[in-house]
Structures are given as C-alpha cells and as structure tokens.
C-alpha cells in the first residue's frame, strides 16, 4: 500500500483518493481540504502489527505516534487495530481519552511534561511515561506515591546516532534536548537514580532517532548501541531492561527524490531491525526485550491529501510564475519550516502532462509562504483544483489561525465515500476565546 495504490485516475481524468473522486470532495466539502483513505492508514496499522507477530513473536507493540495527526477520529482507528498510540502532550492524551482509547495502550513522551501533564496521565492510568529529564522523575514519584500507585516508565536515552535527514528532525544527535546522552554517562547515571525511585517501574529504555529515515543502517546502528547500553545497565547496575522502545521515523514518498515503498519495502525495514535485535541480544547474553515501535508518518503522511482551489496567478518574467493557492502556512507550514518538497498534481485535469515549473503559494502575508517550489504541472488556469500529495502527516497537526485564516477541515474516505473527521471552523471560533474588556468595549 502506498500512494500509487491510494491514488488512480478515474475515467473523467480526475484525481480519485481511495475511490472518491476529488472534484466532487472539493464541490461538496469545499476547499482547502484535508483528505484522508482510511484503508491506507488501517493497512499501515496492520502491516506494523503484523511485522511484530511474525517476525518478533509477538513480543512487542506497534504506537502509532500520533503528533503526525491527531483527532479523535484517528485513535479510534488505532483503537479497532488493536495497536496503541503514543501522546506527547495533555491535549492529545485527552483527544485520546475522548475517543475512548485504552489507556494502558498510551505511552507519553515529552522533554518537558507539564506537571498537570504528569498529574493527567498518571490519573488516567497511562501504560508507560517516557522519561526525559530528572525533574520529571522526581515529579512523577511524588504524583505516583500521592496516590499510592507504581508508574511504569523508559528512559529516553540518547545513543548518538547521526541519521541521514533534516537537521531539525534529527533527534540523536550529540546536541540535543531529547534524552539522556550514553555518550557522556548521563544515561547511566539516571538509570541509577529511576531504579532508586520506589514509585516508579523502570521496565527499560526509549530512543527515537530522528524521521523520515530511508537508511535502514540508521535503525540498526540504533538498535546496536541501545542494547550495548542495556548489557552495560545489566553488569553495572543488574537491571535487564524488559523493554526497548525504538521510536518512529520511517521516511514516506513526498517527492521521486524518496523511495516509494511498498508495505513489503516496510517490511524489510522491520525484519533487519527485529534481526538486529535478536543479534545483538545473543551476543550479549540478554534476554529478548518486548519491543516497541513508534510509527507516525509513514502511517498517515502518504494517506493525506490537501486540495486546494487556484486563484491569482502571477508570472515575473524571467523568474518565475506564482501559482496562489487558498491555503498555505496556516494548513501547511512544512516548506516555511523545513523547505519540505510535496508534488503537486492538477486534480481536475490529472491526465494532462505536465509542461510547466511553477511555484505554488499560500494566501498569508509572508513572502515564504510557499507550499512549494518548482512544482511540475500542467498549465494552470485559475479556478483550477490543486491536490498537494502526501500531507497526511505533520500537516493538519501543525496548522495553525495564522492570519485569522480558517483551519480546513478533514475528511476521511472509505469505499468511495466520505465524511467529516474535523469539521470547518467558523468565524465564530476565532473569536470564541478572544475578550473586550470592558473599558474596550465600543459604548452604546
Ligand atoms: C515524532 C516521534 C515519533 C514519530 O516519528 P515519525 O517520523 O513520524 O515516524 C516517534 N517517537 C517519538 C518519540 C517522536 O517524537
């Protein structure tokens, strides 16, 4: 399952999302718009979960790292998938809650849990916390001991793997605010200090080494120095860790510059990790720790789509043509964040070849509000219905009111069909939080 599979061309020449045709998405639900094929996402679910029981006994859980794209509709799927999920914040622990997911399938991450985040999971009967900085320990111990219970929870441990992607989505780096550096001893040393807490169950360690990884040496090299880290916890210290957490990061096809990988491409990523593994652990004597893996774009970003509607077109000669779309930053802030590359694709006219290069921008008042450059399209007429592939991730969970423009909606389609995930916002809930006091307010 990817792209290829959630896309076709249907016989009007029109872009088609899991059987829905985009045209009639844009004219009924209007745009921007979010659009999401609910088959791809759940065959994600399943072929990370499958992975686990075939080649790892079973021995593990798959979390759907769920800041890629949060809103209830979502852990509800993860919910019926029977994986868990994993929440870095408060809101969405309650988004998670709210849609009736288990919570002992949640995990919280974070490198700077508010206490009332703490306070929130611990009370809601969170499985596990991830640990990543000694005042949270310390907080966590005295809301588990208040209580009277015992909170599972990992150290997030850096292991300085220097993956091969963005320097902002690198998380593993010698200088980084996530984790607890190996390298330095301060790994060690928390250990030490989590196995004295009496309120807290330190079941072993987490690491996330960055995203959209296509290098499967990254993920092995990670594996080798987290289990060369538990082996020494277990001479220095006795404690052999029962579980790994090896985070998320498998990149997704955005672009022909990223491989479009099949699930069996996926596949070959999780049969060397859980080899590695099995390696490793025999090497060092160690018994096989359950593992978990914390998937988040490659489970939604290439089952999204956004469309847009065309509207000024402006062409500086000699330079370049601008393509004005009736979103941008505010739906899709990853080119103003990270210069990220998307394809573009005329969803009403998809049969056309392309024969131009444009630059698509936004409607906000910044210059480097662009959903892209160098797009290859068709020629572009206004009016025209723009779909930009693979924003199901890291898209809609980054958008933000910048502007005061609206947050689009989302739908999700299944057999052809959709329906509302995240409904339009109004005018209304721009003001809904806003106040006049009362020496503003206009008398009359
Ligand atoms: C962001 C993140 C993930 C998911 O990464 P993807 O690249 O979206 O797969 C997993 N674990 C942690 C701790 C993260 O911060």
């Given amino acids: 399952m990817n792209t290829r599979e959630t896309l076709k061309i249907n016989e009007k020449g029109h872009l088609a999302i899991g059987g829905a045709d985009c045209t009639e998405l844009a004219?009924?639900?209007g745009t921007p718009l979010y659009v999401f094929d609910e088959a791809h996402i759940r065959n994600m679910m399943r072929m990370y979960r499958q992975a686990v029981c075939d080649e790892y006994d079973g021995n593990g859980l798959v979390l759907y790292a769920s800041k890629a794209f949060s809103c209830m509709a979502i852990y509800a799927i993860a919910r019926e998938e029977g994986i868990g999920v994993d929440v870095v914040s408060g809101g969405e622990l309650y988004t998670a809650l709210k849609a009736g997911f288990p919570a002992e399938r949640i995990y919280m991450h974070g490198n700077n849990k508010l206490p009332s985040e703490l306070k929130e999971a611990i009370e809601a009967g969170v499985g596990c916390i991830v640990v990543d900085s000694e005042l949270e320990a310390e907080r966590i111990e005295a809301e588990a001991a208040s209580r009277g219970v015992v909170q599972k929870v990992l150290l997030r441990i850096?292991?300085?793997?220097?993956?091969?992607?963005?320097?902002?989505?690198?998380t593993a780096t010698p200088d980084s605010k996530f984790g607890f550096s190996v390298a330095n001893g301060t790994a060690q040393e928390m250990t030490k200090r989590l196995l004295g807490m009496e309120h807290l169950a330190l079941k072993g360690f987490h690491c996330h080494i960055g995203s959209q990884i296509f290098e499967k040496?990254?993920?092995?090299?990670?594996?080798?120095?987290?289990l060369a880290f538990v082996k020494e916890i277990k001479y220095s210290y006795g404690f052999e860790a029962e579980e790994l957490?090896?985070?998320?990061?498998?990149?997704?096809?955005?672009?022909d510059e990223d491989e479009m990988m099949s699930v069996e491409g996926y596949r070959t990523y999780l049969t060397a990790l859980f080899s590695a593994v099995r390696r490793e652990c025999a090497r060092y004597g160690l018994r096989l720790p359950r593992i978990l893996l914390e998937p988040g774009r490659s489970i939604v970003g290439e089952a999204g789509i956004t469309l847009y509607t065309v509207g000024a077109i402006k062409e500086i000669p000699g330079l370049r043509k601008y393509v004005a779309v009736d979103g941008g930053m505010f739906d899709n802030p990853r080119f103003a964040l990270y210069g990220s590359k998307y394809t573009a694709v005329l969803a009403n006219r998809a049969d056309e070849p392309p024969c131009e290069l444009v630059s698509v921008a936004g409607k906000c008042c910044e210059s480097g509000d662009l959903i892209g450059v160098g797009m290859s399209l068709p020629r572009v007429k206004t009016g025209d219905l723009l779909a930009i592939l693979s924003t199901g991730a890291y898209n809609y969970s980054m958008a933000s009111n910048y502007n005061r423009n609206l947050i689009p909606p989302a739908v999700l389609v299944r057999d052809g069909e959709a329906e509302y995930i995240v409904k339009p916002q109004s005018y209304e809930d721009l003001v809904r939080n806003d106040v006049l006091p009362r020496s503003l307010t206009p008398n009359n």
């Avoid at 300085?160 to 690198?170: F, P, S």
């Fill in 27 to 29: 004219e009924r639900f």
């Fill in 158 to 170: 850096n292991p300085g793997v220097e993956a091969h992607t963005h320097a902002y989505v690198q």
């Fill in 245 to 255: 957490n090896l985070g998320g990061g498998f990149g997704i096809w955005y672009t």
């Fill in 217 to 226: 040496d990254s993920f092995v090299l990670a594996v080798e120095r987290c």
